[in-house]
């Protein structure tokens, strides 16, 4: 009972039902009959992923049989984890065989349970170095395992994750890895974050994800960039200066860097040179997808530079603008923007700089609307005036308040009433005077029901006047997941109110437009 299921796909659940059929229809110890390659695959979807030892150990003991069939399996045995204790850990990589080693270990969950300290953990793996595939250590004391691996070869280890959770932060600590990596010749996919690393030799890399790598030198991202031709993911993050040092040197004189395969591209806290040099130099055909943060305008000043993120935007339908957590993201197409935007602060123009700077990429992005999307996890969901902060300084036309039903304040429900009425505090006089969608989940009272009657009656009485909103077109409803689903209708009067509120609004319920006869759904 206490096994976590991991994803099952539907195979495994077709399989998962031919047992419960086949077993219950005899009359023999179920336990014993069931059939070998049944209990190996049952086993596999229902192991945890974070001590799986501990699970096959106890399956083990379940009867003589079990124990025979699940301990003459390798491949169930391959994957260690440092929530392990030891007894465990020496069992798998002897049960394992000779077969690759898929190792994790992650310090929040071996703090809270009894599992291994890292030292001793890598220390019980070191004879199977050369067995190891993939390796994912996040701990603040990884310097601890420096000595063991400083030379190691692993021949066949494919994939190299490391985060030092800045417990390894001064630049006369930094140590070597595996011989600068040297030690690694299949390695293609290399992620360290958060911590001190010595100059490293590689190549041949898909996926490289650098984050918070200290000290580290343009030189090195260079080398590391022109020595993988056939990358295919990139991303880059190196902190805030202020909190602590990160990238250091200027930018080399390089050759162009063609990355023809590399199709996702996430960069933030770019230092600004280093930026244009890497725009200028790199070569990236193929980019499908770009998440930037800021500076944008300093790094993609020049026309030329922004070619790769006008790139991403082609048919973007229209530019979304989301507020969650403490965080501002902007989207068009599969360009994301997150611009250093703070509610209440006398940096509201940089959302319309923002804005203004997606426009730029392209003509096709020159009229499309804007989407703002509201997430009552934003911090500062509660406060009435953030709507009229939003729509300030830039149109927006489509608002979407889409509540999961967590937030036990109701913060986002408040919003609904204030887009039916003229505020004081708005510049226009209404909140987001532009307005022709509404989207939401919010239908628990008859709220958007009167932003329905005064927003479309204001604009019919008042539509010579600037102040006036427009008219909606679209109001496009569903429950929250707590509520229901798309085939639980809502109250039979609620949709013939908001019926009768239409004259002639849109009105949809999961995607399907309503008609203006009762019962009577329109395509």
């Not at 179920?30 to 192991?47: V, Y």
Request: proline share 6%; hydrophobic share 40%; glycine share 6%.
């Amino acid at each position: 009972e206490d096994m976590k299921c991991n994803a099952v796909t539907p195979q495994q659940h077709n399989i998962a039902d031919s047992v419960t059929r086949s077993l219950a229809g005899t009359n023999s110890t179920t336990i014993h009959s069931l059939p070998a390659e049944l209990l190996l695959e049952t086993t596999r979807i229902i192991i945890s992923s974070t001590h799986p030892l501990e699970d096959l150990v106890r399956l083990s003991s379940v009867c003589r049989r079990w124990k025979t069939v699940l301990e003459g399996a390798p491949t169930l045995w391959t994957s260690i984890s440092g929530v392990e204790e030891l007894p465990l850990i020496r069992k798998g990589i002897e049960l394992s065989q000779s077969l690759p080693l898929d190792i994790k270990y992650d310090w929040v969950y071996v703090k809270w349970t009894s599992g291994t300290s890292l030292s001793a953990f890598i220390k019980a793996l070191s004879k199977s170095i050369h067995r190891w595939k993939s390796l994912d250590i996040s701990s603040n004391d990884i310097h601890s395992i420096f000595e063991i691996l400083r030379e190691a070869q692993a021949p066949i280890l494919t994939t190299l994750r490391l985060d030092g959770q800045f417990g390894y932060s001064s630049p006369e600590q930094r140590d070597l890895l595996f011989g600068g990596c040297a030690g690694l010749p299949q390695l293609s996919h290399f992620s360290v974050t958060r911590m001190t690393i010595t100059p490293f030799q590689v190549c041949g890399l898909r996926h490289l994800s650098l984050r918070c790598v200290l000290f580290i030198s343009t030189d090195i991202v260079c080398e590391i960039l022109l020595n993988s031709p056939t990358l295919e993911v990139l991303h880059m993050h190196f902190g805030n200066k202020s909190k602590w040092p990160t990238i250091i040197g200027e930018p080399p004189r390089s050759p162009l860097i063609e990355l023809p395969l590399l199709h996702e591209i996430v960069i933030d806290e770019l230092p600004t040179a280093f930026g244009r040099f890497f725009w200028s130099a790199v070569s990236v055909p193929g980019l499908r997808k770009l998440d930037v943060g800021d500076p944008i305008s300093d790094i993609f000043s020049s026309p030329h530079l922004a070619k790769a993120p006008a790139s991403v935007t082609t048919g973007a339908d229209e530019i979304r603008i989301t507020l969650d957590m403490t965080r501002c993201t902007i989207q068009a197409g599969q360009l994301t923007v997150w611009p250093l935007v703070r509610y209440g602060e006398p940096e509201g123009p940089q959302l319309e700089r923002s804005i203004s700077w997606i426009r730029s990429l392209g003509t096709h992005l020159k009229d499309v609307p804007i989407r703002l999307f509201l997430r009552e996890d934003y911090s500062e969901i509660d406060d009435p005036g953030l709507l009229d902060w939003c729509g300030a300084d830039m149109v927006v036309s489509k608002l979407s308040l889409l509540s999961d039903g967590t937030d036990d304040t109701n913060s986002m429900e408040q919003i609904v009433p204030l887009l039916s009425q003229p505020t004081a505090s708005s510049t226009g006089g209404w909140i987001l005077p532009h307005l022709e969608v509404i989207e939401t989940n919010l239908i628990g009272n008859t709220d958007i029901i009167d932003v329905i009657v005064e927003r479309n009656s204001a604009a019919n009485f008042g539509s010579s006047t600037s102040s006036a909103p427009k008219r909606l077109k679209e109001v496009r409803l569903s429950w929250r997941k707590l509520d229901g689903d798309k085939d639980t209708p809502p109250d039979p009067e609620f949709r013939r109110a908001v019926m009768n509120a239409a004259d002639g609004v849109d009105v949809y319920w999961y995607g399907v437009k309503w008609s203006a006869v009762e019962g009577d759904i329109g395509t």
